[in-house]
Structure formats: structure tokens, C-alpha cells
């Protein structure tokens, strides 16, 4: 066995175990707890800010309000890698690595870099329909991905 335990081809594995959260990212872990996607948005000029960050690009406002989004969206961008970044790796290449535009934002400030799961890395396309799938790593750490969603 690999020194990131069981792997399934496809699937980066969770290397981290826990967060790392602080005070600005830690509602989005309690939210992923539940299996609930929730986006920082600036409360002052309501641009969204993912992942949660200290002060708004837009206007510098440090306050935030979360909004709960559908936990769909569209592939903006991906690759697909197909060479460990570690020998250990080998067996989950190759996976897609994507940017997904979330469903309820208005685009660039809430993008997220996730792992997408299930699908076939000769076919993934820009665009396609994916929605937020929840790994549960341990009682403290749930971590989204992202699949595409069947026609
Ligand atoms: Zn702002």
C-alpha cells in the first residue's frame, strides 16, 4: 500500500487531515460537515470572495456573509494529470484537476480548484455540468469534489 493509503484511480487522495481552518475559512468547514456549500461573499459590495479571504479584492471591506449555494456548476477549466506527482501517486493518475464555476455567484471571485471525480479524462470538456460530492476524511474534515452530473 502507498503511503497515501487505499487509492482509486481518479481520485487525488486527501492527503490533508485536517484544516488548517482560522477564523475567516472556519464556517466553511462546518458547512462541509453538514454537506453544505457556502460561499464568503463581501458583505459591503457583495462580490464573492472563494476562497474566503481577509479583505475584498473589489473594495477591501474585511466583513463577510455566507451564502449557501446549489453545490452545481460549470468545468471553466481543467487538466488532466496523467504523471504521478509522487511514485506513491501512480494509481490514482490519471484524475482531472478543474477550476468550477459555481451555480448562484456571479463568476471569477468564486471559483473553485477541486478534484473532479467520475468521469472519464478523455471526454471532460469546458462547460460540462458537474455538482459537489463530500468526501468525509475523518470527524473533524470533510472536503468537497466536484462529478459530473448525469444527463
Ligand atoms: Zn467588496
Known amino acids: 500500500m502507498s503511503e497515501f493509503g487505499k487509492l482509486t484511480k481518479g481520485v487525488f487522495p486527501s492527503i490533508l487531515k485536517?484544516?488548517?481552518?482560522?477564523?475567516?475559512?472556519?464556517?466553511?468547514?462546518?458547512?462541509?460537515?453538514?454537506?453544505?456549500?457556502?460561499?464568503?461573499?463581501?458583505?459591503?459590495?457583495?462580490?464573492?470572495?472563494?476562497?474566503?479571504?481577509?479583505?475584498?479584492?473589489?473594495?477591501?471591506?474585511?466583513?463577510?456573509?455566507?451564502?449557501?449555494?446549489?453545490?452545481?456548476?460549470?468545468?471553466?477549466?481543467?487538466?488532466?494529470?496523467?504523471?504521478?506527482?509522487?511514485?506513491?501517486?501512480?494509481?490514482?493518475?490519471?484524475?482531472?484537476?478543474?477550476?468550477?464555476?459555481?451555480?448562484?455567484?456571479?463568476g471569477a471571485g468564486a471559483r473553485m480548484l477541486v478534484n473532479i471525480i467520475d468521469c472519464d479524462p478523455d471526454t471532460v470538456r469546458i462547460g460540462d455540468r458537474v455538482e459537489v460530492v463530500w468526501e468525509h476524511v475523518n470527524d473533524e474534515m470533510t472536503t468537497p469534489r466536484f462529478r459530473p452530473i448525469s444527463a
Open 18 to 106: 485536517e484544516t488548517h481552518a482560522n477564523h475567516i475559512t472556519q464556517p466553511f468547514w462546518d458547512a462541509a460537515k453538514q454537506e453544505r456549500l457556502i460561499c464568503a461573499k463581501c458583505a459591503n459590495c457583495g462580490t464573492f470572495r472563494m476562497p474566503p479571504s481577509a479583505f475584498c479584492f473589489e473594495c477591501q471591506h474585511r466583513d463577510i456573509e455566507w451564502v449557501e449555494l446549489p453545490g452545481t456548476g460549470a468545468i471553466f477549466s481543467y487538466t488532466v494529470v496523467r504523471h504521478p506527482l509522487h511514485p506513491d501517486l501512480a494509481e490514482a493518475c490519471p484524475y482531472v484537476s478543474g477550476t468550477v464555476e459555481l451555480d448562484g455567484t456571479q
